[in-house]
C-alpha cells in the first residue's frame, strides 16, 4: 500500500476497474477482423442510439465503460453526467453569466485570457478561441461551480468590505476557483463534441466539479470511488513498473523519478499531450461512476 491508501494494481482492478484495455467500442477495432468487427461495431452503435434516446443515467455510464462511438458521445456523454437535455432556463443562466463578463470586469480575466492564448496557439485548437474564451469567462462567474465540486480545490478568497452597490462581496472569483495555466486544457476537447457554447459549459462544468477539480488537488483522502491525483500517480508508478521495467530502470540510473516526466500529463488529463481524437477516445471509458481510467494511465506508461 502507498502512502496515499492506494493498492498495487491488482488491488486496484479488484476495487473497481473491472474493464480491460483492448476490444473497447469508440477505440480502433484492431483486436477483430471481418465481419466480426463489422457487426461489434453495428451493435454498438445500436445499443448506444437506444441508450441516447432513453437517456437512463446509470445504463449510459455503463456503456461508456467500454467506449462511445464518436457518433453517440455528445449525447451519451451528457447523459451520463445528467444533462440528457439542456432546458431553456440553463440556457438564459448561461447568456446571464456571459452578460455579466461584458459588465463587470474582473483582474482574473487577464489570467483566463492567458490561458486561452496559450492553448489556441496550437494549430489543433486555434479555430476555437472565441468559443473557448466565452466559456472560460462565464466558468469564473458561475456561483454555483464552488458548492458542486467534488472536492475544494483550494481554499477561497473571499473579499472584504461591500462593492459599490452596497453588496457584500463573496468568494473571488465568483466560482471559487482561482484560474491557474493549463484550466482551459479541461475545457478544449470537447469544442470537438459540442458546438452549441451552453452545451458546451455545462458538459464541461459539470466534469470540473465531478472529476477535473480532482486533478490538481494533493488530498490525503483521496480513494476508488473518485480517485484524485495521488491515486493515479500511484497507479502510474505501479502499471510502468509491471509494464515498462527496463523504462523504469534507465530512469532511476539518470537520476530521474519516473512519475516526474508523466505528472503533468495527469493533471492535465492529458490534453496537449495527445492528439485530441485519442483524448476524446480516452474520455469515453471516463463517463464511469467517479473512477480514473487505468488504460490512460497504462497508455502513457508505454508511450517513451
Same mark, same amino acid.
Given at each position: 500500500?502507498?502512502?496515499?491508501?492506494?493498492?498495487?494494481?491488482?488491488?486496484?482492478?479488484?476495487?473497481?476497474?473491472?474493464?480491460?484495455?483492448?476490444?473497447?467500442?469508440?477505440?480502433?477495432?484492431?483486436?477483430?477482423?471481418?465481419?466480426?468487427?463489422?457487426?461489434?461495431?453495428?451493435?454498438?452503435?445500436?445499443?448506444?442510439?437506444?441508450?441516447?434516446?432513453?437517456?437512463?443515467?446509470?445504463?449510459?455510464?455503463?456503456?461508456?465503460? #467500454?467506449?462511445?462511438?464518436?457518433?453517440?458521445?455528445?449525447?451519451?456523454?451528457?447523459?451520463?453526467?445528467?444533462?440528457?437535455?439542456?432546458? &431553456?432556463?440553463?440556457?438564459?443562466?448561461?447568456?446571464?453569466?456571459?452578460?455579466?463578463?461584458?459588465?463587470?470586469?474582473?483582474? #482574473?480575466?487577464?489570467?483566463?485570457?492567458? !490561458?486561452?492564448?496559450?492553448? #489556441?496557439?496550437?494549430?489543433?485548437?486555434?479555430?476555437?478561441?472565441?468559443?473557448?474564451?466565452?466559456?472560460?469567462?462565464?466558468? #469564473?462567474?458561475?456561483? &454555483?461551480?464552488?458548492?458542486?465540486?467534488?472536492?475544494?480545490?483550494?481554499?477561497?478568497?473571499?473579499?472584504?468590505?461591500?462593492?459599490?452597490?452596497?453588496?457584500?462581496?463573496?468568494?473571488?472569483?465568483?466560482?471559487?476557483?482561482?484560474?491557474?495555466?493549463?484550466?482551459?486544457?479541461?475545457?478544449?476537447?470537447?469544442?470537438?463534441?459540442?458546438?452549441?457554447?451552453? !452545451?458546451?459549459?455545462?458538459?464541461?462544468?459539470?466534469?470540473?466539479?465531478?472529476?477535473?477539480?480532482?486533478?490538481?488537488?494533493?488530498?490525503?483522502?483521496?480513494?476508488?470511488?473518485?480517485?484524485?491525483?495521488?491515486?493515479?500517480?500511484?497507479?502510474?508508478?505501479?502499471?510502468?513498473? &509491471?509494464?515498462?521495467? &527496463?523504462?523504469?530502470?534507465?530512469?532511476?540510473?539518470?537520476?530521474?523519478?519516473?512519475?516526474?516526466?508523466?505528472?503533468?500529463?495527469?493533471?492535465?488529463?492529458?490534453?496537449?499531450?495527445?492528439?485530441?481524437?485519442?483524448?476524446?477516445?480516452?474520455?469515453?471509458?471516463?463517463?464511469?461512476?467517479?473512477?480514473?481510467?487505468?488504460? !490512460?494511465?497504462?497508455?502513457?506508461?508505454?508511450?517513451?
Amino acid at each position: 500500500m502507498s502512502p496515499w491508501g492506494i493498492g498495487n494494481r491488482m488491488w486496484t482492478r479488484r476495487r473497481g476497474f473491472d474493464w480491460a484495455v483492448r476490444g473497447q467500442g469508440g477505440r480502433k477495432f484492431t483486436t477483430r477482423v471481418g465481419t466480426g468487427a463489422a457487426w461489434y461495431k453495428q451493435e454498438r452503435l445500436a445499443k448506444g442510439r437506444k441508450l441516447a434516446e432513453e437517456a437512463c443515467i446509470p445504463s449510459c455510464r455503463q456503456f461508456a465503460r #467500454t467506449g462511445v462511438p464518436s457518433s453517440l458521445r455528445c449525447r451519451i456523454w451528457a447523459n451520463s453526467l445528467g444533462l440528457s437535455n439542456i432546458s &431553456e432556463k440553463q440556457r438564459a443562466y448561461f447568456q446571464r453569466l456571459c452578460g455579466e463578463v461584458e459588465q463587470r470586469k474582473m483582474f #482574473t480575466d487577464s489570467l483566463v485570457g492567458s !490561458d486561452v492564448l496559450w492553448i #489556441t496557439d496550437d494549430e489543433r485548437y486555434f479555430v476555437f478561441e472565441e468559443n473557448l474564451r466565452a466559456v472560460m469567462l462565464a466558468f #469564473t462567474r458561475d456561483t &454555483e461551480v464552488q458548492g458542486a465540486c467534488s472536492c475544494a480545490p483550494h481554499p477561497a478568497l473571499h473579499g472584504r468590505g461591500r462593492d459599490r452597490n452596497g453588496a457584500n462581496h463573496g468568494p473571488f472569483p465568483p466560482n471559487g476557483v482561482v484560474p491557474f495555466r493549463g484550466l482551459v486544457l479541461y475545457a478544449a476537447p470537447l469544442c470537438y463534441v459540442y458546438p452549441a457554447m451552453e !452545451d458546451h459549459y455545462f458538459v464541461f462544468r459539470a466534469l470540473y466539479c465531478r472529476h477535473f477539480c480532482r486533478l490538481h488537488v494533493i488530498d490525503a483522502s483521496d480513494g476508488l470511488s473518485a480517485p484524485a491525483l495521488p491515486g493515479l500517480c500511484a497507479s502510474f508508478e505501479s502499471i510502468l513498473q &509491471e509494464a515498462q521495467p &527496463e523504462v523504469v530502470f534507465r530512469l532511476v540510473s539518470l537520476g530521474v523519478h519516473p512519475l516526474r516526466p508523466a505528472f503533468s500529463w495527469l493533471v492535465h488529463a492529458f490534453v496537449g499531450f495527445l492528439d485530441p481524437a485519442q483524448v476524446r477516445a480516452a474520455a469515453c471509458s471516463d463517463k464511469r461512476q467517479g473512477r480514473s481510467a487505468e488504460c !490512460d494511465v497504462q497508455h502513457s506508461a508505454g508511450m517513451h
